[in-house]
């Protein structure tokens, strides 16, 4: 068996696994975000259980985006690929 089918057959390979990109833009952005929450349990400390639960269906909400993401994403590498090995008309 091809080897990249082996490894995802035997959960070698998960994308969500991966450390996130440490990119620039990623780092000012998490930064971006560290600081909000900071001001809102400095202006709000009484939501702070509130805020916890927000933010926990927010990353819900984007694992679950990033779960379609990926079957679209492979979905389409499958198209791409089919239509690769058709034959030249």
């Known amino acids: 068996m091809n080897d990249i089918l082996n490894k995802l057959y035997y959960g070698e390979i998960n994308p969500s696994e991966m450390p996130p990109p440490a990119t620039k833009r990623y780092n000012e952005n998490l930064k971006t975000i560290c600081s909000i929450e900071n001001k809102l349990l400095e202006l709000y400390p009484d939501c702070k259980e509130l805020l ?5 269906a ?3 909400q984007a694992q679950l985006e990033c779960e379609a993401d990926f079957e679209r994403g492979f979905r389409l590498g499958t198209q791409i690929a089919a239509e690769i ?3 030249f008309e």
Do not use: A
Request: aromatic share 10%; hydrophobic share 35%.
């Open 52 to 56: 916890d639960v927000y933010t926990d």
């Open 58 to 60: 927010i990353h819900i």
């Open 85 to 87: 090995l058709k034959p």
